[in-house]
């Protein structure tokens, strides 16, 4: 069983920064996941923002790169997602999401198996 639990959603101003958290409950080494964070916007579908895989490689939206950092500490079996230079665009709820397969991350909702219950970001222009 895979638990997925999301913190860090806030409103915040634009131009403003997050950091959000993911902490897993796994049944297998954290390390064996791929993880990755999906946003969901009103009326939009959801749409992958950043992964990382078994590797340590990163992927990221093109809409986010060089203003949202993926990390993820092992030890703590936690996924991060810092945020830099907020845009009211990236009003959504965001969520974790993990894999238990190798591979480069793919940023398709069809890829991840688990999946946290979100967290609102909410960015004020």
């Known amino acids: 069983q895979v638990q997925l639990v999301e913190s860090g959603g806030r409103s915040v101003q634009a131009g403003g920064s997050l950091r959000l958290s993911c902490v897993a409950s796994?049944?297998?080494?954290?390390?064996?996941?791929?993880v990755a964070w999906f946003r969901q916007a009103p009326g939009k579908e959801r749409e992958g923002v950043a992964g990382?895989?078994?590797?340590?490689?990163?992927k990221y939206a093109d809409s986010v790169k060089g203003r949202f950092t993926i990390s993820q500490d092992n030890a703590k079996n936690t996924l991060y997602l810092q945020m830099n230079s907020l845009k009211s665009e990236d009003t959504a709820i965001y969520y974790c999401?993990?894999?238990?397969?190798?591979?480069?991350?793919?940023?398709?909702?069809?890829?991840?198996?688990?999946w946290g219950q979100g967290t609102q970001v909410t960015v004020a222009s």
């Open positions: 990382i895989d078994t590797d340590g490689i990163t």
């Open positions: 796994v049944d297998y080494p954290y390390r064996y996941y791929t």
């Open positions: 999401a993990a894999a238990r397969r190798l591979g480069r991350v793919q940023l398709s909702t069809s890829w991840f198996r688990y």
